[in-house]
């Protein structure tokens, strides 16, 4: 969204501000884009809730509830921060993307008066989110409006923004880059990512089915680093039928070569793989706070756009798994028609609107 700011305003001040332990991150990846861009850190905290734990489980969990203790008072302290920072500089409009490192911001925004305008990517709104939009001047939606409360009159669906790396490709072309990858050209390919930090499940499903899987396609399994040395031990060389990579930075390369996509329900992931139109099963990590990958999966799931899979049935049933990537290898027509489906979500003008949005706020 930045570029799309900047070919409107280009003289347009942009500040970045981020929690402590992203800044490396955040300069590297808004460096690349303009290293101008000055990067700010602001002290922030988080509610932990996890799906998958009772109101009783929370509370007598004694480290859990300390750690909330704590974070509260850093979210004190990020509001005097943002409030101060705020003050030294203060623009024209916000931006939030609904992190916990957004909230301090959010509220030393609305305490201020400062126009705020918020982005939610999930199809279930997170915490942050639920407590700016009653601020908000301006909401961008990444699902259809029908999966939020969010005041109609201010709110527009505008999806994810996602890098225009993500289109379509053909068979030929998905060939010809199987063939650069290594990869054989002429088998089908599966591709599993647990995202960027990696997914233990799913790392842990590939190491079951591999052999099953590899009766009909090839694989790429893409761990994270954290499980990577471990796997590497266990698993097969790569070859030109199976590769393990901690990382990929060629990620749109690979998943537009791939035939089957197995990822986490993270709501750019979803929108990367829509606009590539990608046969994709969808494994939603349930302990994440409130379910919300449970329910940007199921926006999907009901469209009849991608398979979604329960990760403690295919934990239990490895064999549900193989048979889900075999039935999109086989039934060539069904495929289709989802991937058709899948690709009528990708919204290729998402940061065009979303920075029109922010610019006519700034107004």
């Not at 009766?215 to 790429?220: G, I, L, W």
Request: proline share 4%.
């Amino acid at each position: 969204m930045l570029k799309e700011v900047r070919a409107v305003e280009p003289e347009a001040e942009i500040r970045f501000w981020c929690d402590k332990k992203f800044e490396a991150q955040t300069k590297k990846i808004v460096g690349a884009f303009d290293d101008a861009i000055r990067v700010d850190t602001i002290a922030s905290g988080k509610l932990r809730r996890y799906h998958h734990l009772t109101l009783m489980q929370h509370v007598l969990w004694p480290s859990l509830m300390w750690s909330n203790l704590v974070d509260s008072f850093k979210v004190l302290g990020g509001i005097i921060q943002s409030i101060y920072k705020l003050c030294m500089w203060r623009p024209d409009v916000i931006f939030t993307k609904g992190g916990f490192v957004c909230l301090p911001v959010g509220i030393a925004a609305h305490l201020l008066r400062i126009p705020l305008v918020v982005h939610d990517s999930d199809a279930h709104p997170g915490l942050t989110n639920r407590v700016l939009a009653r601020w908000a001047v301006a909401i961008g939606t990444g699902a259809p409006l029908e999966y939020y409360n969010y005041p109609k009159q201010i709110s527009k669906y505008v999806g994810v923004p996602v890098s225009d790396a993500f289109v379509p490709r053909s068979l030929d072309e998905k060939r010809a880059l199987k063939k650069s990858l290594g990869l054989d050209s002429a088998k089908p390919l599966t591709v599993i990512t647990g995202g960027g930090l990696g997914s233990v499940r799913l790392n842990n499903l590939i190491v079951k089915t591999l052999k099953d899987l590899q009766q009909f396609t090839s694989v790429v399994l893409v761990s994270g680093q954290g499980q990577y040395e471990e796997l590497r031990r266990t698993m097969p060389e790569d070859s030109e039928n199976f590769q393990l990579h901690a990382f990929v930075s060629t990620m749109p390369e690979l998943l537009g070569a791939a035939d089957v996509v197995v990822a986490r329900a993270g709501a750019t992931t979803i929108l990367e793989l829509a606009a590539l139109k990608a046969a994709t099963i969808l494994v939603p990590n349930e302990a994440l706070t409130g379910g919300h990958q449970i329910k940007n999966a199921a926006v999907y799931g009901e469209a009849q756009a991608a398979i979604v899979l329960d990760e403690e049935e295919i934990v239990r049933t490895p064999e549900v798994f193989v048979r889900s990537v075999k039935l999109y290898l086989g039934d060539k027509k069904t495929t289709k028609a989802m991937t058709e489906r899948f690709g009528a979500f990708a919204k290729p003008h998402a940061a065009e609107e979303m920075a029109a949005m922010v610019l006519n706020a700034a107004r």
